[in-house]
Structures are given as structure tokens and as C-alpha cells.
């Protein structure tokens, strides 16, 4: 097949890449034009772990490749693919004008009948509107199929998840349609679920919504776990075994961050609302994950009473690890308190410090190493669970630090090993250790 995909951002461009890797030909359109470039080289703007190679190789064996012009990229394409941004707007629903754009751009190039399919995430109702704009623009005499393909990867392991994923979904207006699109796919050898343009567009966001509850579930469990002396991590352990809770996404911490949760959630409560729906349990969620972060500020608190000219440690910047995404990332409102307070916060992440940059209190010292960012600190917030973290030996604390106080967010460590050290523990749902 003879494909495009307009907008390289991280969903567009794992999206191209992966779909060339499976044998189609490729075309990532982009209005950037150094971002081209530089993907013509085989350099990916964003960090994800085996984009990169991917990339080279399926640009060296000519089936990816990367413009700026549309007339280039449209022509003779049997599917185009929409995968550009929908960002929040103000009051939390999503903006369209980007994808407008895209549906306008493809009425006035095709020459052929095409199949548009939407990856990027759009409420409720979109697709049709889409379909719309792009007929009622349309310059040639030409049959336009529209197709919602949304998208399940996790930034981090997005080419992993590419080929792994537990199911595509594919919301068509018709059978023949739709199984065009699941021969595209049948290489990726996961199972496809068919059904409405809707109803598919309605599982992403109700998907994401469900993931968020189950994290904003379990930091509320965590909380009343420390109240109560109990081990969050062996609840939710406990929990995760019943095949109808499932294990996963049941890590307790300082909330959910990234590009898509929280713009994901706070849609779908302007989804509902704008048919006079009032969704209030993932209102609920969205305010507990808002609070999350303070949790661990307010244990802080009670072991300083007074932050200022402290050195404070921090380690993980990222909103998660393996990426150095720092969209509504914990650290960003928890650095900005420690700065507030007058504490001198000197930061560490492996990959996101860049981004960091850009968005952190200007008073954020960047260290080189984690070790450069313990020396002598008072104490140190761990915020991203990076493994360069987690493998970390606990004497590394003893030795650096002034005084051993680690205010763990993401329970990188084992209690019982903790114990076997001379470091003052704080984690979240589990006994402090002293
Ligand atoms: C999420 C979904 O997992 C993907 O399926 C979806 O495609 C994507 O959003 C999207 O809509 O594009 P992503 O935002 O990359 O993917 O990251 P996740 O791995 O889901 O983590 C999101 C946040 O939840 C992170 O801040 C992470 O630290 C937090 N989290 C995750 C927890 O606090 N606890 C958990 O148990 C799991």
C-alpha cells in the first residue's frame, strides 16, 4: 500500500515508521522543514527508544521518506493517515483547528480515491465532521473513506508497543473499508477489533480514562495505607491477582503525568458535559491526581520545617521514564514549591534535562550525575522511576549526601533492603523507615 501520514510528531512518526517496517511505502508529511531534514537522516526530533535505527533502516531500503509538500506527499496514496496535535484548549476540550487544516490540505490534492484514517485522538463525533470539511473542500471528483484508528502506544516503548499491542481498533461506516484497513495492519499480527466511527473514538478516551482511574484508585488506597500501617505495594499486589482487577497500572505514586492523561481525562469530562452529562467519578480522578503531588510535599513539611537554603536533590525529571517528555510532569509543580520555599534544588535526569530547561524555575541547578546531584544535599526527592535510579546502590546516599533523606515518589526500593542501611526513608503507602 501506498501510504502518507500528515504530522510527525510522536504518534505520526512511530506510526510511519512502524507501517513502512511492515512492508508499505511511506510518506510523513510535516510543515517543519528542518525537522524533515534532519528525519531524512534518519534523526527522530523526539527521544524513543529504537525509533532512530528504525527509521535508517526503512529509510536505506527505500520505503520511508520525508516532505514538506503536500502535492508530493498526497499523490497516488490509497490511505492517508491524520496524526497531527489536538491540544487542550482553556477550558480542557480539544483544539481541532490542526486537523481542520489536514482535512483541507487532503480535499484540495487528492487526484485518487482514498481511505483517511484519523490516529489522533479527537472527541466524540469529529470523523464525521471531517469527512465533512474534507467533501465539502474537495477540488477533484474523487470517493473519500474515513476510518478512526486511535492510537494505544506508551511514549517510552512506543515501537515495542507497535508490535505488541493487545488490539487495533478500526471504526469504519463499512465492512469493506474496515477490512482494508486490517489488511494494512495484518503484519503487526494483533488482533483487530472492528466496529463504529463512534464507538471508536469513544474507546480511546474511555480507555485512557479507565487507566487513569485505576492510578488515581490506588494513590487514594495508598494514602489511607499509610493512615492505617499498611503496604500499598502488597495490596495492590494482592489486588492485581483477581483477573478481573488486573495488575497493571496499579503503581502508587505522585500521579499521572504526560501528553495524554490529563488532556485525555479533562476531554472527556467536556465530552460529556456538552451533552449535559456530568461524568463525576473521573472529575473525581482528575482532583485526586491533582493532589497526588502535594502528598509527598506535605511529608516533606513535616520533616523540615524550614527548606530554605537547603540543598535539595532531585532525581527524574521526565513524566515517566524512557523519555524526556516533560509534559505535566510531577516535577514541574514540585520544583516550583522547593524554589518557592528557598531551597536550592539542584536536578538530575538522564535524557529530559533539555525540555527541563525550558519549562523549570530558572533557579533549577542542573547536575551532571546523580552523584553530582547528591553531594552534600539535605535531603533528595526521587520523581521518575528511571532503572539508573533504581539500581542505584543506597551506601551511594550515605557516602554523597550531608544526611541520608531520601522522600522516594515512585518506590523505586525495596523496604527490607532499605533497612539494611543507615538512610532515613520516606515512600508512598509504605512505613517510613528511619
Ligand atoms: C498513555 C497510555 O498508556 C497509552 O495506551 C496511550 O496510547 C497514550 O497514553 C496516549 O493516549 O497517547 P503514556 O502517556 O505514554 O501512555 O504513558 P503511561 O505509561 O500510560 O503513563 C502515564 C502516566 O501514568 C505516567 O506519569 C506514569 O508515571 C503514571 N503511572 C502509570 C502511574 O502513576 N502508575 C501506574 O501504575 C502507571
Known sequence: MKIAVVGTGYVGLVTGTCLSEIGHTVTCIDIDQNKIN???????PIYEPGLDELMKKNIMENRL?????????????????????????????????FVEQVAIDIATHIKKDVIVVTKSTVPVGTNDWIKEVILNNLVN???????????????????????????IVVGAENEETADIIEEINKPFGIPVFKTDIRSAEM???????????????INEISNICEKVGANVEDVANGMGQDNRIGSQFLNAGIGYGG??????????????????????????????????????????????DNLKGRKVAVLGLAFKPNTDDMREAA??????????????????DP???????????????????TIDALKEAD???????????????????????KQPVIFDGRNCFEPNNVKKHHVEYHSMGRPSIN
Open 141 to 167: 471528483d474523487v470517493k473519500v473513506e474515513i476510518v478512526s484508528n486511535p492510537e494505544f502506544l506508551r511514549e517510552g516503548s512506543a515501537i515495542y508497543d507497535s508490535f505488541n499491542g493487545d488490539r
Open 203 to 217: 474507546i480511546k478516551y474511555a480507555a485512557n480514562a479507565f487507566l487513569a482511574t485505576k492510578i488515581s484508585f
Open 38 to 44: 534532519k528525519m531524512r537522516e534518519g534523526i527522530s
Open 65 to 97: 521518506f520525508f516532505t514538506t509538500d503536500h502535492n508530493e506527499g498526497f499523490d497516488n496514496k490509497d490511505v492517508i493517515y491524520i496524526a497531527v496535535g489536538t491540544p487542550e484548549k482553556e477550558d480542557g476540550s480539544a483544539n481541532l483547528s
Open 331 to 348: 516535577s514541574i509543580v514540585i520544583t516550583q514549591y522547593l524554589v518557592e520555599k528557598g531551597a536550592n534544588v539542584v536536578a538530575y
Open 379 to 401: 535531603v533528595v526527592l526521587i520523581l521518575t522511576e528511571w532503572n539508573e535510579f533504581k539500581d542505584l546502590d543506597l551506601e551511594t546516599f550515605v557516602k554523597y549526601m
Open 259 to 304: 501528553s495524554c492523561f490529563p488532556k485525555d481525562t479533562k476531554a472527556l469530562v467536556q465530552i460529556a458535559g456538552n451533552v449535559d452529562y456530568e461524568f463525576e467519578l473521573l472529575k473525581g480522578v482528575i482532583r485526586v491526581n491533582q493532589k497526588q503531588q502535594e502528598v509527598l510535599l506535605r511529608k516533606l513539611e513535616q520533616k523540615f
Open 351 to 369: 535524557v529530559a534535562m533539555e525540555n527541563a530547561k525550558q519549562i523549570l524555575d530558572s533557579k533549577v541547578v542542573y547536575a551532571a550525575s
